[in-house]
């Protein structure tokens, strides 16, 4: 029985390893229709790794009302939100609210991968990362990368 859980288990690891290679792929399939500007493939895992430092210091804003509160408060930081999220009504408005304010924000392709990489069990379908020294360099990087990214018309 102990032997059947733990080749179940690998099984389950080499699909995850082996599996985000080409599941960037497979993620943009499901992707929704206002899902611009979409992260490639290399500023998605440099946002992954700025939102994991960001967790760990308590630096982030995760889901929408608390997101939304933030940012009618004027709180500064760069808006990820997850590109398979359905229904779009639930997270639309927050493109306008970043546009409105001057906030640079992002679609990645999963909210599995979004709240997994804030330390969640959950999927997330918003989250803000806020500056912080301790990964000051990290945070500036992803700044640039989001922020050069072409806004859809």
Known sequence: MTKAKKEKTTGE???ETTGTERSYQQLITNLNPIAQPLASRKVTKK???CI???SKLKQIRRGVKEV???INKGEKGIVVLAGDTLPIDV???IPVMCEERNLPYTYI???VDLGTSAGSKRPTCVIMIKPHEEYQEAYNECLEEVASLPLPV
């Open 68 to 70: 939304q509160k933030f």
């Open 52 to 54: 994991k430092k960001a």
């Open 47 to 49: 946002v992954y790794k």
């Open 91 to 93: 997270y639309c408005h």
């Open 13 to 15: 690891e080499e699909e």
């Open 109 to 111: 392709p999963s909210k």
